[in-house]
Nanobody, 131 residues
Framework: QVRLMASGGSSVQTGGSLRLSCTAS????????VGWFRQAPGKEREREAV??????????YYSDSAKGRFTISQDNAKNTVYLRMNSLKPDDTAVYYC??????????????????????WGQGTQVTVSS
């Protein structure tokens, strides 16, 4: 059974940084697609794709809001994918989730992340950015 756990969220000031972790058990993240998503406060808000990585080494995908500030990376030995978030602002406040699905290349992975076409989701971690 695939289990994902997102962790590392906390409360920070505007301009601060956090590193979120997504650790998998019962599943190998290597050579797969892993994405980060978020949902801002308010139950009416839809989840937003933030970033994705094809862990076969081909590359990464970022949303416009994440580009230039966030970095997604992997540690195969730890079976973990990270999301380093710099220059945080209040609009980044959300519950952040990681999810994964099989993919053969970066293009397929990016498509899945953009369209939420990922099968396995972890529990979220709260990020709060104060002004």
């Amino acid at each position: 059974q695939v289990r994902l756990m997102a962790s590392g969220g906390s409360s920070v000031q505007t301009g601060g940084s956090l590193r979120l972790s997504c650790t998998a058990s019962g599943y190998t993240l290597t050579n797969n697609c892993v994405g980060w998503f978020r949902q801002a406060p308010g139950k009416e808000r839809e989840r937003e794709a933030v970033a994705g990585i094809y862990t076969g080494g081909e590359g990464t995908y970022y949303s416009d809001s994440a580009k230039g500030r966030f970095t997604i990376s992997q540690d195969n030995a730890k079976n973990t994918v990270y999301l380093r978030m710099n220059s945080l602002k209040p609009d980044d406040t959300a519950v952040y989730y990681c999810a994964t699905e099989a993919a053969a290349n970066l293009k397929s992975c990016a498509d899945r992340v953009r369209t939420f076409g990922v099968r396995f989701w972890g529990q979220g971690t709260q990020v709060t950015v104060s002004s």
